[in-house]
């Protein structure tokens, strides 16, 4: 396993922000007053994502139905992108079960929000084939690479 920190790469982040795709949103609620919401709001609206909200009460968000984990979203539907605005204490749980759903919902990279670090779970994935950006926010990425 990978002993130095984590480096996000500019080609993953131009790649996941200009990149229609589903991204599965782990902590979004119907909470409008989140960050998480209005950070999912961008994401569908300017960069054209459809969102997945993934929280314990499963709560619909932004027009989606959502699910309790990433476990519970059904078969068939593809999640490119999984985002977590979630407690670093909660990361490493969140990345194994996406590591176990990567087949299944065919994902491709995992989006650690602002202040989401978690150096061993990024090494996890990185090593499982999934691209990781840790610690930013694509509202703050987004200005950088707008094409």
Same mark, same amino acid.
């Given at each position: 396993? %990978?002993?130095?920190?984590?480096?996000? =790469?500019?080609?993953? &982040?131009?790649?996941?922000?200009?990149?229609?795709?589903?991204?599965?949103?782990?902590?979004?609620?119907?909470?409008?007053?989140?960050?998480?919401?209005?950070? %999912?709001?961008?994401?569908?609206?300017?960069?054209?994502?459809?969102? &997945?909200?993934?929280?314990?009460?499963?709560?619909?968000?932004?027009?989606?139905?959502?699910?309790?984990?990433?476990? =519970?979203?059904?078969?068939?539907?593809?999640?490119?992108?999984?985002?977590?605005?979630?407690?670093?204490?909660?990361?490493?749980?969140?990345?194994?079960?996406? &590591?176990? +759903?990567?087949?299944?919902?065919?994902?491709?990279?995992?989006?650690? +929000?602002?202040?989401?670090?978690?150096?061993?779970?990024?090494?996890?994935?990185?090593?499982?084939?999934?691209?990781?950006?840790?610690?930013?926010?694509?509202? &703050?990425?987004?200005?950088?690479?707008?094409?």
């Amino acid at each position: 396993m %990978s002993t130095s920190p984590h480096r996000n =790469d500019d080609t993953v &982040i131009r790649h996941l922000l200009t990149t229609p795709a589903t991204w599965a949103v782990v902590g979004l609620s119907a909470n409008t007053q989140r960050t998480a919401y209005g950070v %999912s709001q961008f994401l569908r609206s300017t960069l054209g994502h459809r969102i &997945i909200p993934v929280h314990p009460r499963a709560e619909e968000a932004l027009g989606e139905t959502g699910y309790a984990a990433l476990a =519970d979203i059904p078969d068939g539907t593809a999640v490119e992108v999984v985002d977590l605005f979630v407690n670093s204490s909660l990361v490493g749980t969140i990345v194994d079960e996406a &590591i176990a +759903q990567k087949d299944r919902l065919g994902i491709q990279a995992l989006w650690l +929000q602002l202040g989401v670090v978690d150096e061993a779970a990024a090494a996890r994935a990185a090593e499982a084939g999934l691209d990781v950006v840790m610690n930013t926010c694509p509202k &703050i990425e987004y200005p950088r690479f707008r094409v």
